[in-house]
């Protein structure tokens, strides 16, 4: 079970750190990707982090290359998604998602993670 947080309202040029917690499951296993739709767009990658096992990689979608930063922390069963210098282009509901069978190819299909949270609010305002 994943749960998102750390949503809300910002100005252009300002930072959120959206957090995923999870429960149950050998976390660390687990790919963990973001992913954002926007009101009337379809779901899009946003970042993902692959499992330990996997090497730990990281991928991200062009738009937010160099601005956003995904991270976790096995132990506490956590993955972060800090979001430095937003746009109002980044404004949607982001969701965590979580997978233990991804190959590579699939990590920015949303259609692949078998496990959601319910999704957090970023507005950014110009």
């Known amino acids: 079970q994943l749960q998102a947080s750390g949503g809300g309202l910002v100005q252009a040029g300002g930072s959120l750190r959206l957090s995923c917690a999870a429960s149950g499951g050998t976390f660390s296993s687990y790919t963990v990707g973001w992913f954002r739709q926007a009101p009337g767009k379809e779901r899009e990658f946003v970042a993902a982090?692959?499992?330990?096992?996997?090497?730990?990689?990281?991928y991200y979608t062009d738009s937010v290359n160099g601005r956003f930063t995904i991270s976790r922390e096995n132990v506490k069963n956590m993955v972060y998604l800090q979001m430095n210098s937003l746009k109002p282009e980044d404004t949607a509901v982001y969701y965590c998602a979580a997978d233990s069978g991804l190959v590579l190819s699939s990590i920015r299909m949303p259609q692949h993670y078998d496990h959601w949270g319910q999704g957090t609010e970023v507005t950014v305002s110009s």
């Open positions: 982090i692959r499992s330990r096992s996997s090497g730990g990689r990281i």
